[in-house]
Antibody, heavy 122, light 110 residues
Framework: QVQLVQSGAEVEKPGASVKVSCRASGYTFKNYGINWVRQAPGQGLQWMGLISTYNGNTVYAQSLQGRVTMTTDTSTNTAYMELRSLRSDDTAVYYC???????????????WGQGTMVTVSS | QSALTQPPSASGSPGQSVTISCTGTSSDVGGYNYVSWYQQHPGRAPKLMIYDVAYRPSGVPDRFSGSKSGNTASLTVSGLQAEDEADYYCSSYAGSNNVIFGGGTKLTVL
C-alpha cells in the first residue's frame, strides 16, 4: 500500500543538526512532491517546505531559510530533511507528506509519514 | 505570513452539525481555491478530509463538507459521531509555492 515511513526519534543538543528520512513505497516516487510539516508539543502544524522528487527543486518557508535543506535519493525512494543550528523551539514532531497533483491537489497532502520526534535539549 | 485564524474549540452533540471557520486574507484563502482541511486524532498524523475548498478524497464520509466565502473558509461536519472528536486544521496556498496552516480547532462531541 502507499506509505511513507520515517526514521526514528532523535535527541540533539542546541546548535547541532538533525537529518530525518522519509522512505516512500507503493507508488512512483518521482511523480509526487514531498512536503515537510512540523508540530511543536501541544501546538499547531507548521509548513516547512517542499521538494520536487522529479527535479529536486525546493521551496522553503521563509522562517527556516538558511537552516533547512531538503533532498531526495531517487535510487531508494527516500526524502530527507536536514535542520541545522537547532534551538529548543525546534523541538517538535516532524512529518513528511505527499502532494498528489493528479488526483487531489498540489497544495493538499494526501499521505503522511508517522512522524519523527526531534528533541533539542542540553 | 501569519497563521490562518481558527476558533480554538467547537462542540456539538451526536447527530448535530458543527461548522469550523478558517479566516485568512486575500493573499491566501481569498486569493486561491486551494483550501484544505485535516483531521488529527491525538498521537496520530493528520488526515486529509477536504481539498480545493470543497472536494473530498476517496474514503472520506460525505458528512464532511467544505465551502469558502471571501477570505473565510468553512468545514461543516454533519451528523456528528463520537469518532469525529479530533483536532481540525485548515491550510491554504499562499503564493510562491508556499502553504500556510491555521492554528487548529479542537472539536468535542458532547
Amino acid at each position: 500500500q502507499v506509505q511513507l515511513v520515517q526514521s526514528g526519534a532523535e535527541v540533539e543538543k542546541p546548535g547541532a543538526s538533525v537529518k530525518v528520512s522519509c522512505r516512500a513505497s507503493g507508488y512512483t516516487f518521482k511523480n509526487y512532491g514531498i512536503n515537510w510539516v512540523r508540530q511543536a508539543p501541544g501546538q499547531g502544524l507548521q509548513w516547512m517546505g517542499l521538494i520536487s522528487t522529479y527535479n529536486g527543486n525546493t521551496v522553503y518557508a521563509q522562517s527556516l531559510q538558511g537552516r533547512v535543506t531538503m533532498t531526495t535519493d531517487t535510487s531508494t525512494n527516500t526524502a530527507y530533511m536536514e535542520l541545522r543550528s537547532l534551538r529548543s523551539d525546534d523541538t517538535a514532531v516532524y512529518y513528511c507528506a505527499r502532494e498528489d497533483c493528479y488526483s487531489t491537489s498540489c497544495y493538499a497532502f494526501d499521505v503522511w509519514g508517522q512522524g519523527t520526534m526531534v528533541t533539542v535539549s542540553s | 505570513q501569519s497563521a490562518l485564524t481558527q476558533p480554538p474549540s467547537a462542540s456539538g452533540s451526536p447527530g448535530q452539525s458543527v461548522t469550523i471557520s478558517c479566516t485568512g486574507t486575500s493573499s491566501d484563502v481569498g486569493g486561491y481555491n486551494y483550501v484544505s482541511w485535516y483531521q488529527q486524532h491525538p498521537g496520530r498524523a493528520p488526515k486529509l478530509m477536504i481539498y480545493d475548498v470543497a472536494y473530498r478524497p476517496s474514503g472520506v464520509p460525505d458528512r464532511f463538507s467544505g465551502s469558502k466565502s471571501g477570505n473565510t473558509a468553512s468545514l461543516t461536519v454533519s451528523g456528528l459521531q463520537a469518532e469525529d472528536e479530533a483536532d481540525y486544521y485548515c491550510s491554504s496556498y499562499a503564493g510562491s509555492n508556499n502553504v500556510i496552516f491555521g492554528g487548529g480547532t479542537k472539536l468535542t462531541v458532547l
